[in-house]
């Protein structure tokens, strides 16, 4: 029996709730301008998409996806945010496709969530999770992050922000020992016996020993964290289910200071860290 049955129908009703209220209180968002916001290459860049919650349901699949009305504002934010979610419905139609004229015991499922989760002249950070459910014993968690840079209209990617591997050793080596003793905590909390409790911390080690290897792939989902004077005072490190740990164990994060980060920031993008005192 799966365990997401009941999230998506409670998601979209939140959602739908959420959607009149928005309408009701909120004026709409102004018509993106024709003319492409400074930065933005003049030729080959398709128009931005204007974001917009998404309700469908029907005896096949069930689909909601919410998206916070600020994101408009960033036309190649909302592009990029735009081909995620494409993408991730993309998936869940070619899953539903595969029944032809059948259908699932249970609809398919979508929910996806996007929340903007810092806002400051100099960057914009963007937060999506969810899952998709097509078939098994549980969804597949989705889970992103988006950081945005509005002065240089792109995103902000690992490999620009730390360009060398030597860096990525030091990071990756900070965030391993904060899963270490978090897994430690854990088994001490649960009195495991002996025997249980060295199995369990053996297990849980070498997962987060393989989802933190030296590969800048498994350090790409971050998000910052801002001060009041707007600047990154650290980087919160996002790992889904299965990386580094099991499924049940959910999305876990590990916050880097930036005085930890700095020394192997990019110098284009140490301005925009908090500098130790």
Same mark, same amino acid.
């Given at each position: 029996?799966?365990?997401?049955? #009941? ?146 209209? #792109? ?20 965030? !391993? ?8 905590? !854990? ?9 249980? !409790? ?32 707007? #600047? ?42 908090? #500098?130790?005192?």
């Amino acid at each position: 029996m799966r365990s997401v049955s #009941k999230f998506p129908l409670l998601f979209l009703l939140a959602l739908a709730l959420g959607a009149c209220k928005r309408e009701a209180d909120t004026p709409a968002a102004p018509a993106q301008p024709d003319t492409a916001p400074a930065g933005t290459p003049a030729t080959g860049t398709a128009a931005a998409p204007e974001l917009k919650d998404v309700i469908e349901t029907n005896d096949a699949y069930v689909v909601g996806i919410s998206y916070p009305p600020t994101l408009n504002k960033y036309p190649g934010l909302a592009q990029a945010v735009a081909a995620y979610s494409d993408a991730a419905r993309a998936e869940l139609m070619q899953a539903v496709a595969g029944f032809g004229n059948d259908k699932p015991s249970a609809p398919y499922e979508l929910s996806l969530s996007f929340e903007q989760v810092a806002e400051t002249p100099e960057l914009v950070a963007v937060a999506a999770d969810g899952s998709r459910y097509t078939g098994g014993a549980h969804g597949e968690p989705l889970v992103a992050r988006f950081v945005w840079l509005p002065l240089q209209n #792109k995103l902000l990617t690992a490999n620009e922000l730390v360009p060398k591997v030597e860096g990525w050793a030091v990071i990756g080596a900070y965030i !391993r020992e904060q899963l270490h003793t978090s897994v430690s905590v !854990r088994a001490d909390a649960d009195e495991l016996p002996p025997e249980e !409790r060295l199995q369990f911390v053996r297990s849980a080690d070498k997962m987060i020993d393989e989802g933190t290897e030296l590969d800048v792939d498994n350090f790409s989902q971050f998000q910052p964290i801002v001060g009041a004077d707007g #600047k990154i005072t650290a980087l919160r490190f996002v790992f889904p289910p299965y990386q580094v740990g099991p499924y049940a164990d959910g999305t876990q994060t590990v916050d880097v200071p930036a005085v930890i980060l700095l020394p192997h920031v990019a110098p284009e993008y140490t301005g925009l860290f908090a #500098k130790s005192s």
